[in-house]
């Protein structure tokens, strides 16, 4: 009896088969790679530049609870708080006034403010100078929670970037993040990149918000207008 031939090819892969697969690969390595680990490490920033912001609004707590539960831009310099230069948007001067609280001024930049590394290395005038990454919410207040306390200050209205003083925001601004920080936040690289920034309620929270977000923020503050002093 003659034996039956199969027709059926072996189900292993040839060669060239193998050859095709791990050239794939290969070039699937060299597209993806370089992005992952810019994601991971732009990941790493962002976190902390979040926990610097924690710091930023713990210290406001901590200063609060010692003054009436006040917080510096509703004290007046006389009685050891930042009212008067807060309102010309002296943003220094408010965090001069938590030094103790803040423990180092490191924390008040964020990871990803390139232009503005190196940190101060103390808390004088000319040291903080361009080295604080955060903006100061003036009308933020311990009974109000909403209200936005600080900030990343990388902002735009109407696409045009807030520059350093005092800024006011209607309630329905176009306000949005800019490119400088924290950008591809949960989208893949080939795609459009997703702004998202950071923001200190007056509760001592800190949320990360996308430019969408940022402006329901700005609403829910019930203000007419919102007064931020911008670094």
């Known amino acids: 009896m003659k034996p039956r031939l199969s027709n059926q090819r072996n189900s292993g892969m040839t060669l060239f088969e ?14 993806f790679l370089p992005a992952l680990i810019s994601n991971g490490h732009n990941g790493r920033q962002r976190i902390s530049c979040i926990n610097n912001l924690k710091q930023v609004c713990l210290s406001y707590r901590i200063w609060a609870g010692d003054n009436n539960d006040k917080y510096p831009m509703f004290i007046s310099v006389t009685n050891g708080g930042a009212m008067e230069p807060i309102t010309t948007g002296d943003v220094a001067a ?3 006034v938590m030094s ?28 903080l100078k361009n080295k604080i990454s955060y903006f100061v919410g003036l009308d933020a207040a311990d009974t109000q929670p909403q209200m936005l306390l600080s900030g ?7 696409g045009v970037p807030v520059k350093s003083g005092l800024a006011q925001f209607p309630t329905n601004t176009d306000v949005a ?9 949960k989208e893949h690289f080939w795609t459009p990149t997703h702004r998202i920034g ?20 700005f609403r829910q503050t019930n203000l007419a207008t919102n007064r931020l002093a911008i670094p």
């Open 18 to 31: 193998v050859g095709v697969v791990i050239a794939i690969l290969a070039v699937l390595v060299v597209l």
């Open 94 to 96: 408010c965090f001069q």
């Open 100 to 127: 103790n609280e803040l423990s180092t001024p490191k924390i008040l930049i964020c990871p990803e403010d390139k232009n503005r590394l190196p940190a101060a290395t103390n808390f004088s005038t000319s040291q």
């Open 152 to 158: 990343d200050d990388n902002l735009a209205i109407d």
């Open 177 to 185: 993040w800019t490119s400088g920080r924290h950008v591809s936040y």
């Open 198 to 217: 950071n923001i200190g309620l007056a509760d001592g929270s800190v949320q990360q918000d996308t430019s969408i977000e940022l402006q329901q923020a």
